[in-house]
């Protein structure tokens, strides 16, 4: 069962983040923003990144959606759902978390203060399962 939680993380949940992220190009303009702040980029290195990326994003996240039938935000949705199924108590592996929890985290972690990061804020088993994985990782 972690391994299929593991393989989920990153060949849907992952894949279904990059087509909410990246849903327009002001939305990808807003994720390359945050993420330009972060690093030490140099000021023309930072605008390069940010406005030619979100042109490159956009086309990557039209590409990720295309491998759902549902559009971005309902599948992000329709996917957390299904995420929730596999959490057995408070974690994929029951009482203590196993790999399964780590990975999904991850790509969570990922988008949070991105497009998107509402659906898991409001989750009703997501949000709480969330909490708990960023107490016990500190990140």
Known sequence: DQDHWMDFSNNVLGKSIVAVIYTTYWTSVGALDYVTRVDNFSRTSRLINKWVGAIIMRM?????????????????????????????????????????????YGILRSMQGLNGFDLVERHAVISGWYDQMQQRSGV
């Open 60 to 104: 990557v996240g039209r590409s990720r959606a295309k491998m759902f039938d549902l559009p971005p935000r309902e599948n992000l949705q329709h996917q957390l759902d299904e995420m929730s199924k596999g959490i057995d108590g408070k974690f994929f592996g029951g009482l203590e978390p196993n790999g399964a929890d780590f990975a999904n």
